[in-house]
């Protein structure tokens, strides 16, 4: 069989690492790799996906190139991470990501443009059930449906492969591991470098990067929560959008537009001028990726919102619609995918923690 030097370059580090203990402190991935004196492809993918990207251990290691022995453990985890989702996720992912997702957003805007007559398009409308006279609300639900239900087959398939690898049952997860795997991974306890922060990508250490990625995550839930409300108002209430400024699923669209936007671009402006070193360039470019995806979203919704009531309505619901059919496609295979595998790995960190301990 051939050798994958993507998993044969995470082996030789990890097994180096496991000699060396400097980085131990810094976070899960180092405990997790020391309880393990050989290192099998499924446990590589599940030490990959319990590292944070900090780099605290880049900036650490004295064997980090031009040291003959070349650690770089950030970019090469990166890398793993990557390859593992593309290898554990069913669907596999269409070659040319960036160009599905590019498709992706803009099908929606051709398609309204070509089949929605202009003097309809560009008109102005007011009241409930405005916007489902330029896009039918069954015609927006299925086209948001179908690939979010793609997506997330693909996702499950994939956080179910590694959490079966580790050869433990969902149920057999005492309640207080559970528990500690949460704290972990909402609290994002292992992007704080074993407590002093992480490298910003020139040395400092700060807790800026974990600031914002609870920015982003705080953004996206209050955006969820907006949709949820939106969605009992229109078939619970049989109130169709758009609501007043005032109402619960606006107030919560606007916090959350604004918190994913202000969590984009701080992570943006942090990768200005930031060290390459550690960095692997698919994952950077998976990064931008998301990131631009994400201030898209937030953008034309805002947008949306501002000039619901005038002729620009229609199409800049179809560009909303596009950013966030782009979202969806990009689910299983992009950045976001890290979020739900690193979950599980520290799911699998925190068992192991309880069974070392007792
Ligand atoms: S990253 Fe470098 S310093 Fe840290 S444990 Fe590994 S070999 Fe040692
Ligand atoms: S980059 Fe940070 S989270 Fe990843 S292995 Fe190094 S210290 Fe741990």
């Not at 990067?209 to 049989?238: E, I, N, Q």
């Amino acid at each position: 069989m051939a050798i994958d030097p993507v998993r044969a370059e995470a082996r030789r580090l990890l097994t180096l690492c496991n000699v060396c203990k400097y980085c131990n402190g810094y976070c899960e991935l180092f405990r997790a790799a020391e309880r393990r004196r050989d290192f099998a492809d499924a446990e590589l993918d599940y030490l990959a996906h319990l590292c944070h990207n900090c780099r605290n251990c880049w900036q650490a290691c004295q064997y980090a190139p031009p040291h003959p022995f070349a650690v770089n453990l950030p970019r090469a985890l990166a890398e793993l991470r990557l390859r593992s989702q593309r290898d554990l996720a069913w669907p596999r992912p269409l070659p040319g990501l960036g160009l599905v997702v590019l498709a992706a957003t803009l099908l929606p805007l051709l398609l309204t443009l070509a089949l929605v007559p202009p003097e309809l398009l560009f008109a102005s409308h007011f009241g409930p059930g405005a916007f489902y006279r330029v896009i039918p609300w069954g015609v927006m639900s299925l086209a948001a449906a179908l690939p979010l239900g793609w997506s997330l087959l693909a996702l499950a398939q994939g956080v179910a492969r590694l959490w079966r690898d580790g050869g433990v049952r969902l149920r057999d997860v005492p309640a207080r591991v559970a528990l500690a795997a949460l704290a972990d991974a909402v609290s994002l306890r292992n992007l704080s470098g074993g407590g002093a922060g992480c490298d910003e990508g020139d040395g400092t250490l700060s807790q800026r990067r974990r600031r914002l990625h609870h920015l982003l995550a705080g953004g996206m839930a209050a955006c969820f929560a907006a949709t949820v409300v939106a969605t009992f108002y229109h078939h619970g209430l049989d109130w169709p959008a758009p609501y007043p400024w005032h109402s619960a699923p606006v107030l919560l669209g606007t916090l959350g537009g604004f918190g994913l936007m202000a969590g984009a671009l701080g992570l943006l402006a942090l990768r200005h001028g930031a060290d390459p070193g550690p960095v692997a360039p698919a994952a950077a470019a998976a990064d931008r990726l998301l990131l631009a995806q994400i201030l898209a979203v937030a953008a034309s919704g805002l947008a949306l919102l501002l000039l619901r009531d005038g002729p620009a309505m229609g199409i800049l619901l179809a560009l909303h619609l596009g950013t966030v059919l782009g979202l969806f496609v990009a689910l299983p295979h992009g950045k976001f995918a890290h979020a739900p595998y690193r979950a599980v790995a520290l799911l699998r960190a925190a068992l192991e923690r309880s069974d070392h301990a007792s």
